[in-house]
């Protein structure tokens, strides 16, 4: 089974889009946003770095000992081997201090991390010398062979000179960013503000957990779990969230909620209401205060999705001019704008949906690059997957790009939760992984197919 390409190709439903046109239309409608904070780099884990950062120095700033061990000139050693005589400890360096030159004929004793004596030209670890001391009391250093130039010894600059660009504009920071800003020095870093988003539920039939007791609910109601994990997945990405509940039952209620959460966000999230037909007050207000396109995605789950913008106070001619124009990318200028993305209700559709298309735009209006270049980037967006075997059968192809809750297992392959409904939850707190399988494909159990670690998602 192939990753990339379907062998044959699968006739889609007319109507619906491909994961990648719905990213591309999403992402081009999306700008990076402006603006930068500095923030101690002890606080700056998850935020996205605003200007590359430059070394200030050499790291390692001097030649030092990677081991405990002897400071030695191979020239003299390898004559002290030859006659086999031992050679004088002239000095002792822990790490931290400085040591003179080395005295002709001598050897130092020299700890790791400590800076290599004038005069060395390699370390011989502590366990191949055999040490002891004269009538004086001086330290004898005895020595077997003669190591290779430069052994044991970490050079001046071997990991990063001064001027080398470390952490390019657009990384996003985390424990080992930030160790690596710290030994250069820097005690603070310029990074780009917290992308700010609104939350809304929507649905007369939801409850918050904590408002009713479970054998309290009124028949027909469930409790908003979209709410809970839309919240975290948002911080988690470097977002500050404001939850705003759920969305009123009525019109103008509507229209002024989300235009209030406009003025203060960059980016407004809904769950629910956005399947055909759906009796909704999200969409006609988005509408009139910007613009909404509704997509159907070839993706399982998750097939409806919205997405638009509102106009902020200010710009509301440009809105209508934009709404009047239909189409939510073809305004180019989105400044003044706060962006609008509405996921389904089906939890399972909701949560999927946010990695497949809200994680990279969130991304891209955080002006996050792929760092150190390690990270290729996909057309489609997603982390790159890795294959392992199926141990399961999935004998039913469909038309649209599955997206299937796995498990790793103890053997190496991969198990599937056996309920891939997209209302069950279960399945997501189970899994720890997507099986990306393309339309129109099935799994026999054996195949090699691609996992995208969730790990590799939420981060
Ligand atoms: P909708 O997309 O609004 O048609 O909702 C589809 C399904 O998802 C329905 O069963 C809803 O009850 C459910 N649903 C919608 N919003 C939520 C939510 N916030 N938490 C849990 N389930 C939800
Ligand atoms: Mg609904």
Redesign the pocket.
């Known amino acids: 089974m192939s990753h990339e390409v379907p062998a044959v190709p699968v006739p889609r439903r007319p109507g619906l889009m491909s994961l990648e046109q719905a990213l591309e239309q999403l992402l081009g409608a999306a700008q990076p946003l402006g603006g930068q904070q500095t923030v101690a780099t002890l606080e700056a884990d998850g935020r996205v770095l605003a200007q590359d950062i430059r070394s200030a120095l050499d790291v390692p700033g001097f030649d030092n000992s990677s081991m405990d061990g002897y400071a030695v000139n191979r020239a003299e050693l390898a004559a002290a081997v030859a006659a086999g005589q031992a050679l004088a400890v002239s000095q002792r360096i822990p790490a931290g201090h400085f040591g003179p030159a080395l005295q002709a004929g001598s050897v130092a004793r020299i700890f790791t991390g400590a800076p290599l004596p004038a005069g060395a030209d390699a370390v011989v670890m502590q366990e191949e010398v055999e040490a002891s001391l004269d009538e004086q009391g001086q330290g004898l250093a005895r020595f077997s062979s003669v190591p290779e130039p430069g052994a044991f010894i970490r050079r001046r600059g071997e990991d990063i000179r001064l001027g080398d660009t470390v952490l390019p504009a657009g990384t996003r920071l985390g424990p080992a960013e930030l160790g690596l800003a710290a030994s250069l020095g820097l005690a603070e870093l310029p990074v780009r503000p917290r992308l700010r988003v609104a939350l809304f ?3 007369d ?2 409850v918050m957990p904590g408002e009713v007791a479970p054998e309290q609910m009124a028949p027909g109601a ?6 809970y994990f839309l919240a975290v997945l948002l911080k988690r990405l470097g977002c500050e969230v404001s939850d705003l509940g759920i969305v009123p039952d009525r019109r103008e209620a509507t229209l002024e909620a989300l235009r209030q959460a406009a003025e203060s966000h960059d980016l407004i999230v809904t ?5 055909v037909g ?1 009796e ?1 007050h999200v969409k006609p207000a988005v509408q009139q205060l910007g613009g909404l396109d509704l997509w159907q995605i070839a993706i399982k789950p998750g097939k ?1 999705f919205a997405h638009g913008w509102i106009a902020r106070a200010g710009q509301v001619g440009q809105a209508t001019e934009s709404a009047e124009a239909g189409k939510v990318g073809e305004a180019g200028n989105t400044a003044g704008r706060c962006h609008f993305v509405g996921l ?4 399972v ?2 949560f999927v949906t946010f990695l497949l298309l809200v994680r990279p735009l969130l991304q891209r209006l955080q002006g996050v690059s792929s760092g150190l270049g390690i990270v290729p980037v996909a057309a489609d967006g997603l982390p790159p997957a890795i294959f392992l075997p199926a141990h399961f059968d999935w004998p039913r192809a469909d038309r649209r790009r599955e997206f299937l809750r796995a498990r790793l297992n103890a053997a190496g392959g991969l198990d599937l939760f056996p309920n891939q409904s997209s ?1 069950v939850l279960t399945s997501v707190a189970w899994c720890d992984g997507l099986v990306d399988l393309p339309a129109g494909r099935t799994i026999a159990r054996g195949d090699s197919v691609p996992f995208i670690p969730m790990a590799a998602l939420l981060g």
């Open positions: 539920s929507t649905g039939e939801l469930i409790y908003n779990s979209n709410r769950s629910g209401g956005v399947s759906e909704d409806p389904p209700g089906n939890p559709s909701s209302g």
